[in-house]
C-alpha cells in the first residue's frame, strides 16, 4: 500500500512540475500585467519601477529560475492584485470551494444511489420512468443557464434567496443547488444501470432463496456490489467542483477557486494562477487516492 | 390421497419473450416425501429447473407466468400464500444451492457473515448464528473454519465453494434441500465427495433431495427416484434403478444410449512409422507457478490422443503451447520432425493450417459479428494458397454438410444457432485449414450428453475419412473411453500415467488414476451401487 501511494505521488509530482513549467512561460506569453495595475496616465518612471519591483524587466529564465528557488523554499510569491502571499489567497477561496464542493457531493450521493437503487428494482415501473425523466434532464441542464434562471425566479422574483455573495447559510442554497443537478442525473444513471445488472446476478438469485427481505437485498447485497463503477464517477464530477466551478462560483460570486482563478488569469496575477494550480493538483491527487482506498474497502478481491 | 411433503400437481410456466411466447413446462406434476432423493434429469432447455424456481419464488413476472397449477408444501399450496410467507419458507423450510458456487456466493461479503445472514433473517440472534455458521463450517469439512469465517469466496477452491453453499443451505435444517446441477463444475473425485457430504447430511436430518442434473452418473449414485423431462414435458417418472434398466419413453432410452463409457473399448491400433507430433521436455512456468514441468508424449498420424486431469493439471497450457498459442519456456515441440518453438514466425504461419484448435465455448471462440460463411472462409483469406475465391461458396456448403448443418445456413450469425450446432461451425472450421492435427480442448464439455455423442461421433468419422489426428483434451472419462486410442493422465503438471485406453481403464497403475476412474459415476445405479459399497469397505482412496 506505502509503494503503490508513492508511486502515485512521484507520477502526480511529475506531472505537476510539468504543468507549472508549461503554464509559467504560457502565462508570461500574454504579456506585461504594469499596464493593468497603473493608471492609465502614470508616467514612464513610475512603470519602470513597477516592472524592477517585480522582476518583470529581466529576462523570462532569470524570472523563472528566481520562481524556482522561492519555491524550494516554501515561497509561492505575492499577489500582484492583493499584495499578500499568493498562498493565503488560493487557500482561503480553496476552503470555501472545498465546502461547496463536500455539501455537494454528500447530497448528490445519497440521493443519487437511494433513488437510483429504487428505480433499478423495478425498471420500467413508474417510479423508474420518473427518475430516469428528471435524471435525463438534470445531466444535460447546461449549469450557465440554469445558475441565471435560479437567480432569476428565486432571488429576483420570489425573493426568498440572496442573489450571490456569501453571508448566512441561505448563500450556500443557489450554487449547491445548480451543482447538484448535473452530477446527480449523471450518477443516477450510473447507480441504476449498475444496479440492475448486480440484481440480476446469481448472488442476488441466492439472497433471494434465502428469504432475505427485498431492502436488504438492495442495500445490503447489492449496493457494495454496485458501488464500484459508481465511485469512479462521483470522484470525477467531486474533482470538476474542486477544480472550480468557474461558471456556477463567478454567477453567483462566490469567493471560491474557480472565480479566483479565472480572475487572476484576466489580471495576470501569475504567482495566484501557478498556486492555485498546485492546489487543484494536490487536491485531486488526494481525492484519486481515496476513490483507490474506498475500492479496496468495498471490495475484498482488490485488496488481497 | 396420502398427502407428500412437497408436490407439484399440473404446474405450466410461460416466459413471455420479444420472439414469442415460450411454454417452459406443461403440466408438470412430480412430489418428493421426507428423507428421499428424486432427479429431474433433463438437458438444455427441458424446463428442468423451472419447478424448483417455481417454488422458491425466483421466477421473474413478468416475463414469466405460471399459468396453471399448484405447490403444496405441507398440504398449502405456496402459490396462494402472501410474499411474506413465501418468504419465511426460503431457506428456513426449503433451501437451494446452485451450479456455479463462485457467482452465487455474494464476492464482497465474508462467508461467516453469508451464513449466518441465513439464520438472522429467520429470527436468530446475531451471535448465536455466528457460533452456528462456525459449527457448520466444520461439519462440511472447511480446513481452519475460524480463518475461514472471516475470508471471502474467491479466497476458496471451487469444491470449498460448493461446501460453503451446502452450510448455508442446511443452517435453517430445512426440510427440503434442492440441489440444481450441484456439482456440474466441479473435477470428477471433488464431485464424488460432494455428492457424499449431501448423502451423510440427508441421512442426518432427514431432509427431501432434490436434484437438478443433466447426468446420468449423478443420477445412479445419489437418486431413489428420477423424473426425467423433456422440453418441458415429464417423459417418465419412477423409480432410478428401474428406468435406467427398463426405459420406457423413447427419449429415455436415447438418453441412455448416449451416455459414453458404455460397450467394449475398440480394438487398438498398432503404433508404427514417424508420429506426426512429438513433444519433448515441456516446462512453462507462470511467476513461481510451475504449469507444465518436463512433458513428453507423442502422437501417430490419424491417432487421437487424450489429455485427462483436473482443474489446474496444466492440460490446457498443454493444448497451447502446442499450438504455439503460448510459448513454453523449455522444451520441443517436434512437427514431423521439425521444432515448431524454433521456427520463425513466418514459418509457423506456413504450419498454421495443419495445427487447429476447437475450444470449450463457442460462443466465445466464434466472432459473434461474422456470419458462418465469413467465419469458415476466414481461414482461405489467410491462407490463400488453400482454395481460390470462386470455389469459397461451395467448399462452405460442402463443409456444411460434412459437419450435419445445412448448405443454407451460410448466411446466418453465430447466435441463431445452439449450442451444438456451435461447435459444429467451430469445427468446420478448423477443417476450412484442412489440417492434419485438430486440437480439441474441452470441445465437448459443455455440451448435452445427447449432442455430445453426435460431435464424437462426428469428429471420429472425420478421422476416418481424413486420416486426422487428434489432441483430445478432457476431464470427462467415459468420453475418452469411447473416443481416443491412447490416454495421458495428467496431475500437477507432469504426466503420472500414459497409455493405451484399454491399459488406462482397465488396469490403472498410479493410484491417482484409480481415484480418477474410482470418481468417474457410471450412468448405471447397480454398478454405482456396487461401486460404493466396494468403496467404503477400503475408504480412503478417494479423499484427495
Known amino acids: 500500500m506505502k509503494s503503490f501511494i508513492g508511486k502515485r505521488a512521484i507520477a502526480s509530482g511529475v506531472s505537476l512540475v510539468v504543468l507549472i513549467v508549461i503554464v509559467f512561460f504560457l502565462s508570461r506569453l500574454t504579456g506585461d500585467p504594469t499596464n493593468l495595475y497603473l493608471p492609465i496616465d502614470a508616467t514612464q518612471e513610475m512603470r519602470d519601477q513597477f516592472r524592477q519591483m517585480h522582476g518583470f524587466n529581466d529576462p523570462l529564465i532569470v524570472q523563472f529560475g528566481r520562481y524556482v528557488m522561492d519555491l524550494v523554499q516554501g515561497n509561492f510569491g505575492n499577489s500582484l492584485r492583493q499584495a499578500r502571499p499568493a498562498m493565503d489567497v488560493v487557500l482561503e477561496a480553496f476552503t470555501w470551494t ?5 455539501i455537494t457531493m454528500v447530497l448528490v450521493t445519497i440521493a443519487a444511489i437511494v433513488i437510483g437503487s429504487l428505480a433499478a428494482f423495478r425498471v420500467g415501473g413508474v417510479f423508474d420512468r420518473i427518475a430516469t425523466f428528471f435524471s435525463l434532464i438534470g445531466a444535460a441542464a447546461p449549469d450557465f443557464w440554469v445558475a441565471i434562471v435560479a437567480i432569476v425566479i428565486f432571488a429576483v422574483n420570489l425573493h426568498v434567496l440572496p442573489t450571490s455573495g456569501t453571508g448566512s447559510v441561505w448563500h450556500w442554497v443557489l450554487p449547491v443547488g445548480v451543482l447538484f443537478i448535473r452530477p446527480f442525473g449523471l450518477i443516477l444513471q450510473v447507480v441504476r444501470g449498475s444496479m440492475i445488472s448486480v440484481l440480476s446476478s446469481a448472488y442476488v438469485k441466492t439472497a433471494r432463496a434465502k428469504g432475505v427481505q427485498s431492502r436488504s437485498i438492495i442495500f445490503v447485497h447489492g449496493l457494495r456490489n454496485a458501488m464500484l463503477p459508481v465511485i469512479t464517477v462521483i470522484g470525477d464530477q467531486a474533482a470538476a467542483i474542486l477544480n472550480g466551478a468557474v461558471v456556477v462560483e463567478t454567477v453567483f460570486g462566490f469567493p471560491g477557486i474557480g472565480k479566483l482563478m479565472i480572475d487572476s488569469i484576466l489580471l495576470r496575477d501569475f504567482a495566484v494562477v501557478l498556486a492555485v494550480i498546485m492546489v487543484s493538483a494536490l487536491a485531486i491527487f488526494i481525492m484519486n487516492l481515496l476513490i483507490d482506498l474506498a475500492y479496496a474497502l468495498l471490495d475484498p478481491r482488490i485488496r488481497y | 390421497m396420502a398427502e407428500h411433503l412437497l408436490e407439484v400437481r399440473d404446474l405450466s410456466v410461460e416466459f413471455h419473450t420479444l420472439a414469442g411466447t415460450v411454454k417452459a413446462v406443461q403440466n408438470v406434476s412430480w412430489y418428493l416425501d421426507r428423507g428421499e432423493t428424486l432427479a429431474i434429469l433433463g438437458e ?11 417454488i422458491m419464488n425466483l421466477i421473474d413476472m ?65 451471535a448465536e448464528s455466528s457460533a452456528r455458521a462456525l459449527e457448520l463450517l466444520k461439519r462440511v469439512g472447511i480446513p481452519e473454519p475460524e480463518a475461514a469465517m472471516r475470508k471471502y469466496p474467491f479466497q476458496f477452491s471451487g469444491g470449498q465453494r460448493q461446501r460453503l453453499m451446502i452450510a448455508m443451505a442446511i443452517a435453517c435444517k430445512p426440510d427440503i434441500l434442492i440441489a440444481d446441477e450441484p456439482t456440474t463444475a466441479l473435477d470428477v473425485t471433488v464431485q464424488a465427495q460432494v ?32 423424473v426425467v423431462m423433456n422440453s418441458g414435458h415429464i417423459v417418465e417418472t419412477g423409480n432410478a434403478a428401474e428406468v435406467y434398466r427398463n426405459p420406457q419413453h423413447a427419449y429415455t432410452k436415447k438418453l441412455i444410449d448416449a451416455a459414453p463409457g458404455k460397450g467394449d473399448i475398440p480394438a487398438e491400433r498398432e503404433r508404427q512409422g514417424e508420429p506426426l ?18 512433458v513428453e508424449f507423442s502422437i501417430m498420424p490419424g491417432e487421437t490422443v487424450a489429455v485427462v486431469g483436473e482443474s489446474g493439471s496444466g492440460k490446457s497450457t498443454l493444448a497451447r503451447a502446442i499450438v504455439r498459442l503460448d510459448d513454453p519456456q523449455e522444451g520441443q515441440v517436434l512437427y514431423r520432425g521439425n521444432d515448431l518453438l524454433a521456427m520463425s514466425p513466418r514459418e509457423v504461419f506456413g504450419l498454421r493450417r495443419d495445427l487447429q484448435m476447437v475450444f470449450q465455448d463457442p460462443t466465445q471462440s466464434l466472432n459473434p459479428r461474422m ?96 486420416g486426422l489426428s487428434y489432441l483430445f483434451i478432457a476431464h470427462d472419462l467415459p468420453v475418452v473411453r469411447d473416443f481416443a486410442d491412447r490416454v495421458i493422465v495428467m496431475k500437477a503438471g507432469e504426466i503420472v500415467e500414459e497409455g493405451t485406453v484399454r491399459q488406462i481403464f482397465d488396469a490403472p497403475r498410479h493410484p491417482y488414476t484409480q481415484a480418477l476412474l474410482a470418481a468417474s459415476l457410471d450412468p448405471d445405479p447397480e454398478v454405482q451401487a456396487a461401486r460404493r459399497s466396494a468403496c467404503h469397505s477400503n475408504k480412503g482412496l478417494v479423499s484427495a
Open chain 2, 371 to 466: 456470419s458462418v460463411f465469413r467465419l469458415i472462409s476466414e481461414a482461405w483469406v489467410i491462407h490463400p494458397d488453400i482454395l481460390p475465391k470462386a470455389k469459397w461458396k461451395e467448399r462452405v456448403a460442402e463443409l456444411l454438410v460434412k459437419v450435419g448443418l445445412k448448405p443454407d445456413m451460410a448466411d446466418r450469425y453465430p447466435h441463431q444457432f445452439s449450442g451444438g450446432q456451435r461447435q459444429r461451425i467451430a469445427i468446420a472450421r478448423a477443417l476450412a485449414m484442412e489440417p492434419k492435427l485438430i486440437v480439441c480442448d474441452e470441445a465437448v464439455s459443455a455440451l448435452d450428453v445427447s449432442i455430445q455423442a453426435q460431435v464424437i461421433a462426428l469428429l471420429d468419422g472425420l478421422r476416418r475419412e481424413f
Open chain 2, 277 to 294: 507430433l512429438k513433444a519433448v521436455g515441456l516446462k512453462k512456468r507462470y511467476g513461481s507457478f510451475h504449469a507444465l514441468k518436463g
Open chain 2, 195 to 226: 455428492l457424499a457430504l449431501l448423502e451423510e447430511l440427508q441421512r442426518e436430518t432427514g431432509m427431501g433431495l432434490l436434484l437438478i442434473t443433466h447426468d446420468l452418473g449423478v443420477v445412479a449414485e445419489i437418486a431413489n427416484r428420477v
Open chain 2, 62 to 126: 413478468p416475463p414469466g407466468k405460471i399459468t396453471s397449477g399448484t405447490i403444496l408444501f405441507n398440504g398449502r399450496d405456496m402459490l396462494k400464500m402472501t410474499p411474506e410467507e413465501r418468504r419465511a419458507i426460503n431457506g428456513a423450510k426449503i433451501a437451494m444451492i446452485f451450479q456455479d458456487p463462485l457467482a452465487h456466493l455474494n464476492p464482497v461479503y465474508p462467508v461467516g457473515w453469508q451464513i449466518a445472514e441465513m439464520m438472522t433473517t429467520h429470527g436468530k440472534p446475531g
Open chain 1, 98 to 102: 472545498l465546502w461547496l464542493a463536500v
Open chain 2, 44 to 54: 438444455s432447455g427441458s424446463g428442468k429447473s423451472v419447478s424448483a424456481s417455481a
